[in-house]
């Protein structure tokens, strides 16, 4: 038995050591993003740093489509993330040192949750993809998908509560429909325009160099809230029941909007919809409205 233990033990040291993974979600907005941060954040396997969004990449994108976002960063944050996040600003290598240094032996996943990320410019995206890997992740892209109505109506809401005001009354409709075409709106749910650029970024060879990887994931939040986790719990290496977690975040305030402008955003959106249909059904099937 002797022998058996000694090849036991050389074969362990001569196959490769899994590296630890870098969740990067790029969203979609209101789409669960917050949920799936927080059920990961109580793994023990997982260290995900002192904030949920950094924002450190986005100040790139176009500000037509970036919105007030970025502007907003810095008034829900405390002074210990607020200096954290300036150095990262100064020292953008510092970033890839920060998560490099959450890793240990009981922690193996850390990750950039900034849906806006998603608005990047193919180049940049593919640039922070490479540079991840360089310094010793796998990389997990992670889009998350929510009915494009639903999207925009929980945004929209959203944009009052965090303006502490009440949804207007009067002319709802005609501001509703002025938001979800909007063009921060429409960068944030033409998922096929993200996923189509996120799929480029597995042409560049340099990214699938043997030392590490880089992985798409999309994923359903209606799915996600019906406890269909699979397709993430195979890409982070966990077991699907460890992603459950019945708590809802950043709910926006509930309020129903008219069938008629449903049907008008729905069409709106009929690409969006077409594709994802034709592309991930078992994710659109969740969805409240189709084409």
């Given at each position: 038995m002797l022998w058996f233990w000694r090849s036991f033990y050389q074969l362990r040291y001569l196959l490769p050591k899994r590296r630890p993974l870098f969740v990067l979600n790029v969203g979609a907005q209101k789409s669960g993003t917050s949920w799936l941060r927080a059920t990961l954040k109580k793994q023990k396997i997982c260290n995900l740093g002192l904030m949920k969004e950094y924002h450190i990449w986005d100040q790139s994108a176009p500000k037509e489509?970036?919105?007030?976002?970025?502007?907003?960063?810095?008034?829900?944050?405390?002074?210990?993330?607020?200096?954290?996040?300036?150095?990262?600003?100064?020292?953008?290598?510092?970033?890839?040192?920060?998560?490099?240094?959450?890793?240990?032996?009981?922690?193996?996943?850390?990750?950039?949750?900034?849906?806006?990320?998603?608005?990047?410019?193919?180049?940049?995206?593919?640039?922070?993809?490479?540079?991840?890997?360089?310094?010793?992740?796998?990389?997990?892209?992670?889009?998350?998908?929510?009915?494009?109505?639903d999207r925009c109506w929980s945004a929209f809401r959203s944009h009052y509560r965090d303006l502490d005001q009440a949804l207007p009354t009067d002319g709802l409709v005609e501001k509703f429909r002025a938001f979800y075409t909007s063009p921060p709106a429409i960068a944030r749910t033409r998922y096929d325009e993200i996923i189509l650029k996120l799929?480029?970024?597995?042409?560049?060879?340099?990214?699938?160099?043997?030392?590490?990887?880089?992985?798409?994931?999309?994923?359903?939040?209606?799915?996600?809230?019906?406890?269909?986790?699979?397709?993430?719990?195979?890409a982070l290496r966990l077991e699907a029941d460890r992603l459950t977690n019945p708590q809802v975040y950043n709910a926006s305030p509930s309020q129903s909007l008219p069938d008629r402008e449903v049907t008008a955003c729905v069409s709106f959106f009929s690409q969006t919809y077409a594709f994802c249909g034709a592309q991930y059904p078992k994710i659109t099937r969740y969805w409240r409205n189709s084409v």
């Open positions: 489509i970036l919105g007030t976002e970025f502007n907003a960063v810095t008034s829900w944050i405390d002074e210990a993330q607020a200096s954290l996040r300036e150095r990262m600003l100064q020292d953008e290598d510092f970033y890839f040192v920060y998560f490099k240094n959450l890793i240990s032996r009981e922690c193996r996943i850390t990750g950039d949750f900034t849906p806006s990320y998603s608005l990047l410019p193919e180049d940049e995206l593919r640039q922070l993809t490479r540079k991840l890997v360089a310094v010793g992740f796998d990389v997990v892209v992670v889009l998350l998908l929510r009915d494009p109505v799929r480029r970024l597995g042409t560049s060879k340099e990214i699938f160099e043997s030392k590490g990887d880089v992985s798409l994931v999309i994923q359903g939040y209606e799915q996600m809230m019906r406890g269909e986790v699979d397709a993430i719990a195979q």
